[in-house]
């Protein structure tokens, strides 16, 4: 099986790079396939080739220009951007960004040596799902198989048949299946047992037996812990119950038990509160003069420029800085701005990046939504296709300044308003910057000419 898959790296660059990495033999990039040449260059902007070197075979050399199996937006990636994120494994996002975009720059200045081209940037899902495959920790879902993996698959599947690993349907001579087909060296079940076993009862969980008539189960929490080389995506197991209709049952009967009696004294009831929602007041109990608040919805995606540590100096500075990761993030942001055609006074806007605490009206105060063009987004929204999202809430795209927006943000029409702002630069920080009021100012344009469009002027709501 070593050999098949050693004849099979010959002709593939990423089985090739697999194999090095896991004999820990490290790549050299070249200016020529002659593996005798000892013009290795280490800029991979003017390297033409990568030479590898496995103890007691033939050299191999793929160019770094050849498309792989590695499919990103329906597109075969080449090698050059594979190898590119390999050597960026355990590398920042912003330091991978900072480097894509050097050899890019390298590639493109030809008087310098670059050979041309550039080097494609794969987003967190994408070089993840390539680094944990590099390193035989599971497999891909953006390479295409090869079409000696069937085979493969077959070859194996005999030898484990002859070998007694796997099930086989023994039949008769006419090709019938016979009932008593027995795995190879399997025993057979003592009749009692058997009869033991089949009069089991599967026990339930407590919510299992906590059941009604009504389902109880809102929602449930997703939660994304991720480390340097693997993603994994966990569900809480407590999850979230909705028993207002047994309140609402309930209230039938407190409500009688409350009436004052004839010539007894009236009971005064205290105040009802409830903490969990008073940061997200419903629009119907707003006192009267009162706006209800509105929600600006923000991509809870780690590719996002804007996340919720940096959004409130956005928003309110007109000032990008990168988001900070070392904080904790906080759960809901207040920001407060004027829109002259909406309301006189500031309207104070509630920032969230997931709708987890919503109940059913609060999407009727939802009017941005800030989004990366990745549809999985919207899963847990109210609604999940962006057309009929995006005819309820204005959509914001932010990317980089000269970047191409992606497809799927164009495909989703002219609800969805695309801004751009200049990259951030460590070096120079955060001056030089004053384009950002600018795109500031646009975006808020944007949001309350569709509030006002959807019904949040003087005269409403």
């Known amino acids: 099986m070593a050999a098949a898959e050693a004849g099979a790296a010959a002709i593939d660059p990423l089985l090739t790079l697999r194999r090095a990495v896991s004999s820990n033999i490290e790549p050299i990039p070249t200016k020529s396939p002659d593996a005798s040449a000892s013009d290795t260059e280490l800029n991979l902007a003017k390297a033409t080739h990568v030479l590898f070197n496995f103890t007691n075979e033939t050299p191999i050399s793929f160019e770094l220009s050849t498309p792989t199996r590695f499919i990103s937006s329906g597109n075969a990636v080449d ?3 594979i190898y590119l994120a390999w050597q960026n494994k355990d590398a920042t996002v912003t330091d991978y960004l900072a480097a894509t975009r050097s050899v890019n720059a390298d590639l493109a200045n030809t008087g310098e040596g670059g050979v041309g081209g550039e080097v494609k940037n794969l987003i967190f899902a994408e070089k993840l799902d ?15 198989p090869l079409a000696e993996d069937e085979n493969l698959k077959a070859a194996n599947r005999e030898a484990a048949i002859a070998r007694g690993d796997v099930d086989v349907t023994m039949k008769d001579a006419n090709g019938v299946a016979g009932t008593g087909a027995l795995r190879a060296g399997q025993k057979t079940v003592d009749p009692r047992l058997q009869e033991i076993y089949n009069s089991e009862r599967k026990m339930g969980d407590r919510n299992s037996c906590l059941r009604g008539i009504k389902p109880t189960v809102r929602n449930l929490s997703y939660f994304e812990c991720r480390s340097l080389r693997k993603l994994v995506i966990i569900t809480i197991a407590n999850i979230s119950q909705d028993f207002s209709h047994v309140r609402k049952s309930a209230e039938l009967f407190l409500g009688r038990a409350s009436r004052p009696r004839p010539g007894g004294p009236t009971a005064v009831q205290p105040p009802q509160h409830n903490p969990l929602i008073s940061n997200l007041k419903r629009p119907g109990s707003a006192p009267s003069g009162r706006r209800p608040e ?26 990008y800085q990168p988001p900070d990761t070392s904080t904790a993030t906080p759960n809901i942001l207040h920001v407060s701005r004027t829109l002259p055609s909406i309301s006189s006074h500031p309207l104070r806007f509630i920032l969230v990046d997931t709708p987890d605490q919503f109940k059913p009206d609060y999407w009727s105060r939802v009017v941005a939504i800030f989004t990366t063009g990745q549809a999985w987004q919207f899963k847990s929204y109210k609604w999940q296709q962006p057309a009929e999202l995006f005819s309820h809430a204005l959509g914001v795209y932010v990317g980089w300044r000269g970047e191409e927006v992606p497809g799927t943000v164009k495909g989703w029409g002219r609800q969805v308003a695309s801004v751009q702002v200049d990259k951030w630069n460590p070096s120079q920080g955060t001056k030089g910057r004053w384009r950002d009021r600018e795109v500031v100012e646009g975006v808020w344009g944007k949001i309350e000419e569709s509030m006002r469009a959807r019904g949040w002027g003087k005269e409403g709501r």
């Open 294 to 319: 509105p929600i600006i919805l923000l991509s809870p995606s780690a590719s996002s420029l804007l996340r919720m540590t940096n959004i409130k100096s956005f928003l309110l500075d007109g000032l």
């Open 79 to 81: 090698f050059r951007s």
């Open 130 to 144: 390539l680094i944990t495959w590099l390193e035989s920790a599971g497999d891909s879902e953006y390479i295409k």
